[in-house]
């Protein structure tokens, strides 16, 4: 039992030594990841919204 608790709390020493070795993005950079996902989302919604549209107009035309 007691070596659980060492174990963890090197687990949470370890990983906050890791996070201040993280480089975190500027608020700038973060907008612009930010518009560059939701840009590709969208982009990615009207694909397969157009998608959708064409084969529910073939499947129609078939049947």
Known sequence: MKR???SLF???TESWSELKKVRWPSRKELKNYS???LGTIVVMALYFWVLDIGISALIETII
């Open 35 to 37: 518009l560059i996902v």
């Open 4 to 6: 659980s608790f060492k």
């Open 10 to 12: 090197s687990f949470f």
